[in-house]
Protein backbone atom coordinates (compact mmCIF):
# COMPACT_ATOMS: atom_id res chain seq x y z
CA UNK A 1 0.00 0.00 0.00
CA UNK A 2 2.55 2.65 1.12
CA UNK A 3 4.08 2.10 -2.88
CA UNK A 4 0.74 3.65 -4.13
CA UNK A 5 0.24 6.82 -5.06
CA UNK A 6 -1.99 8.85 -2.45
CA UNK A 7 -4.87 8.96 -4.60
CA UNK A 8 -4.91 5.75 -5.05
CA UNK A 9 -4.23 4.82 -1.34
CA UNK A 10 -6.88 7.26 -0.07
CA UNK A 11 -9.61 5.55 -2.17
CA UNK A 12 -8.35 1.65 -1.34
CA UNK A 13 -8.38 2.65 2.37
CA UNK A 14 -11.82 3.89 2.19
CA UNK A 15 -13.77 0.84 0.16
CA UNK A 16 -11.38 -1.99 0.58
CA UNK A 17 -9.87 -1.34 4.38
CA UNK A 18 -12.65 0.78 5.94
CA UNK A 19 -15.56 -0.87 4.12
CA UNK A 20 -17.32 2.06 2.29
CA UNK A 21 -19.29 1.72 -0.71
CA UNK A 22 -17.99 3.57 -3.82
CA UNK A 23 -20.70 6.03 -3.28
CA UNK A 24 -19.39 6.72 -0.23
CA UNK A 25 -16.03 6.83 -0.63
CA UNK A 26 -17.10 9.14 -3.38
CA UNK A 27 -18.59 11.67 -1.11
CA UNK A 28 -16.01 11.42 1.69
CA UNK A 29 -13.37 12.56 -1.05
CA UNK A 30 -15.58 14.74 -3.13
CA UNK A 31 -14.88 12.71 -6.22
CA UNK A 32 -17.22 11.27 -9.15
CA UNK A 33 -17.97 7.18 -8.42
CA UNK A 34 -16.49 6.76 -11.44
CA UNK A 35 -13.22 7.94 -10.94
CA UNK A 36 -13.59 6.06 -7.47
CA UNK A 37 -14.09 2.96 -9.63
CA UNK A 38 -11.36 4.03 -11.87
CA UNK A 39 -8.76 5.01 -9.39
CA UNK A 40 -9.49 1.59 -7.23
CA UNK A 41 -9.48 -0.64 -10.74
CA UNK A 42 -5.43 1.09 -11.27
CA UNK A 43 -4.48 0.97 -7.83
CA UNK A 44 -5.64 -2.88 -7.44
CA UNK A 45 -3.77 -3.74 -10.72
CA UNK A 46 -0.65 -2.10 -9.00
CA UNK A 47 -0.97 -4.28 -6.36
CA UNK A 48 -1.31 -7.28 -7.70
CA UNK A 49 1.33 -6.51 -9.93
CA UNK A 50 3.66 -6.24 -7.09
CA UNK A 51 2.32 -9.37 -5.11
CA UNK A 52 2.70 -11.67 -8.12
CA UNK A 53 6.20 -10.17 -8.69
CA UNK A 54 7.23 -10.78 -5.50
CA UNK A 55 5.66 -14.64 -5.67
CA UNK A 56 3.40 -13.93 -3.55
CA UNK A 57 -0.06 -14.37 -5.53
CA UNK A 58 -0.51 -16.01 -9.37
CA UNK A 59 0.33 -14.14 -11.80
CA UNK A 60 -2.39 -12.92 -14.33
CA UNK A 61 -4.13 -16.24 -15.83
CA UNK A 62 -2.52 -18.63 -12.97
CA UNK A 63 -4.18 -19.92 -10.20
Known sequence: MAALPVKY??????VDIDGLSYAEAAGVRGLSEATVTSRLRRARRRIRVRLAAAGLVPGR???
Open 61 to 63: GER
Open 9 to 14: RQVVRL
